[in-house]
């Protein structure tokens, strides 16, 4: 069974800088198609960045320059440092992997984590 | 960017009744779309990918039709655990983009 977990989350000053985890079991974080999607509260949901197997990364705009996914092979984790973090940042953080269906992988999104609030504030 | 509109914001339906969610694309995505159910202080499920493809353990009640720019989500008959927020997505092309979401309530 995959299970995702997220922590990191809390509250930071604007301009600060926070590092969110996503400790993985039931499959390999190297070998899949990861993301992370955050939501802000009472709002919709908002895809932020992805990290291929292959080590390809996609960000959405507003993040760019500013967030960086990673993973660690040893731990089986996926990462998101988030430097110069602004009031529009506050939100939930999930990370999500990708669906595979026997040996067929799909890029949808279809293991989630409990998610982690981030909240930025001064 | 591709953006994504559904409709209505908000549906108030009985259980037993049909529910017809609409998702509109800005621009084409094939049939590069995806649904997803989520309830209060839950993570998003997937309910269907590639527009009609139902995931692993989602009940028939549930279908997804549409390509190009009008997909539609179905659930043929509301049970009182589909009550929930439904989100469309696309991945034909970056940035990745949800829409605003359809909350189903129970009227």
């Known amino acids: 069974e995959v299970q995702l977990v997220e922590s990191g989350g809390g509250l930071v000053q604007p301009g600060g800088s926070l590092r969110l985890s996503c400790a993985a079991s039931g499959l390999t974080v190297s070998s899949r198609y990861m993301a992370w999607v955050r939501q802000a509260p009472g709002k919709g949901l908002e895809w932020v960045c992805a990290l291929f197997s292959s080590g390809d990364t996609y960000y959405t705009d507003s993040v760019k320059a500013r967030f960086t996914i990673s993973r660690d092979r040893s731990k089986n984790a996926l990462y998101l440092q988030m430097n110069s973090l602004r009031a529009e940042d506050t939100a939930v953080y999930f990370c999500?992997?990708?669906?595979?269906?026997?040996?067929?992988?799909?890029?949808?999104?279809?293991?989630w984590g409990q998610g982690t609030l981030v909240t930025v504030s001064s | 960017d591709i953006v994504l509109t559904q409709s209505p914001a908000t549906l108030s339906l009985s259980p037993g009744e049909r529910a017809t969610l609409s998702c509109r694309a800005s621009q084409g995505v094939s049939s590069y779309l995806g649904w997803y159910q989520q309830k209060p202080g839950q993570a998003p499920r997937l309910l269907i990918y590639d527009a009609s493809n139902r995931a692993a353990g989602i009940p028939d009640r549930f279908s997804g039709s549409g390509s190009g720019t009008d997909f539609t989500l179905t659930i043929s008959s509301l049970e009182p655990e589909d009550f929930a927020v439904y989100y469309c997505q696309q991945r034909r092309s970056w940035p990745l983009t949800f829409g605003g979401g359809t909350k189903v309530g129970i009227k």
């Open positions: 999500a992997s990708q669906l595979v269906v026997g040996v067929t992988t799909y890029n949808w999104f279809d293991s």
